[in-house]
């Protein structure tokens, strides 16, 4: 059984000081982060050349998912990092913390990132229109997986 900390809480996050402009700091740290998922492929776009060529073309099967190969690491080793946050969400001033207070670990943060590409893919619309409807300005996976989106500096 493993126990979770609780991050110190240094803000209320019932405040909706806490909420101003997330939905805008989110959207350009989606671009922000999605760039530098994009500039991280290119090194393992050239690791997947080689390995397909020792592995007599095999290995470029590795193509068809290199996003993914690449996104799913980067969101669990940095939303799920102490900092709370993606490189694009330090840079709008924002972080996720669960409901609950704990921290979002390596796992819910991949699972947070996935559901989101599925849902996105399925419900497109619902997924970005709840955010105008719920509290906390949260997306439809953040409700599902119990997580608030609020601003780091307040």
């Not at 209320?12 to 530098?36: P, Q």
């Not at 669960?98 to 559901?115: I, N, Q």
Request: overall charge positive.
């Amino acid at each position: 059984m493993t126990t979770q900390t609780a991050l110190p809480m240094t803000t209320d996050i019932d405040s909706w000081k806490c909420y101003e402009g997330v939905r805008t700091r989110r959207i350009m740290a989606f671009f922000i982060d999605y760039a530098l998922v994009l500039a991280l492929c290119i090194p393992v776009a050239i690791v997947i050349f080689f390995l397909g060529i020792f592995s007599f073309g095999l290995g470029w099967a590795l193509y068809s998912v290199l996003f993914v190969i690449v996104a799913l690491p980067y969101v669990g080793l940095t939303l799920g990092g102490t900092k709370q946050a993606t490189p694009g969400m330090q840079i709008t001033g924002i972080r996720i913390t669960r409901t609950d207070g704990a921290r979002v670990d390596p796992m819910l943060a991949m699972v947070h990132a996935v559901v989101f590409w599925a849902g996105n893919v399925i419900l497109t619309p619902l997924v970005l229109l709840v955010s105008l409807f719920l509290d906390r300005k949260r997306l439809l996976h953040d409700v599902l997986l119990g997580v608030v989106v609020l601003r780091d500096d307040v």
